[in-house]
């Protein structure tokens, strides 16, 4: 799925490939990771990071769209296949400089509201995040439904960077660096796990420059 999503975003933008340096492949907990991370040319930062392990038994994707260049909100995609479930976590983050009418992704939502929940326990960033967000697990059947429940979603997304106010990329990562850093200081899922293998600096490295590009590091390879 990565792969069409990542297409919907080169219909729609200019992309340049940035080097993510030693962070390209991991290998952390049994599970290899490969990381490629984009500019998108006024619009912002683009990272996808895809895992496989424990015998091809779990895949994992992320991708990470942090739009430095347009007062939208942060966008944050993952997706899980493991033991015959599928997992859905399409969220959005706000960073918003100023509010926005958000309603082509409530009209997503609604559209995909039968699809089954997924039970989340409670986390320090509940209140960045936006209601427009999907949490769906399901099974194998619900694969169809939530592939097109994703692109959907970007879709809306990237319609709204269409209209949405340019700002300076300056604000913008300081509005990021507030669900970054406390990602950092305070955990998530995939942060923790990074940290166990990688060390607080290396694993802020990889948040801050090549995941979420609130701290430009990177180069054209």
Request: proline share 6%; with cysteine; hydrophobic share 40%.
């Amino acid at each position: 799925m990565l792969d069409e999503l990542l297409q919907l975003i080169r219909a729609r933008t200019p992309i340049e490939e940035l080097d993510p340096g030693p962070y390209r492949t991991l290998k952390v907990q049994g599970m290899q990771f490969h990381l490629s991370a984009y500019n998108l040319s006024e619009l912002g930062h683009l990272s996808l990071l895809s895992a496989k392990g424990f015998l091809g038994m779990m895949q994992m994707d992320t991708l990470i769209l942090n739009p430095l260049e347009r007062d939208l909100p942060l966008l944050s995609y993952d997706r899980i296949h493991a033991m015959g479930a599928d997992t859905l976590i399409l969220e959005y983050y706000n960073t918003f400089l100023s509010p926005m009418d958000l309603s082509p992704l409530d009209a997503v939502q609604q559209k995909y509201q039968a699809l089954p929940e997924r039970d989340s326990s409670t986390h320090w960033y509940d209140s960045l995040r936006l209601p427009q967000s999907l949490s769906k697990k399901g099974k194998k059947a619900d694969t169809p439904a939530m592939d097109n429940a994703a692109q959907d979603s970007l879709t809306a997304f990237l319609d709204l960077a269409a209209v949405a106010k340019p700002c300076a990329a300056s604000e913008k990562r300081g509005m990021a660096a507030l669900y970054v850093e406390g990602l950092l200081t305070r955990g998530g899922p995939s942060t923790d796990v990074f940290r166990k293998h990688l060390g607080r600096d290396q694993t802020g490295e990889l948040f801050r420059s090549v995941l979420f590009g609130i701290t430009p590091m990177l180069q054209t390879p």
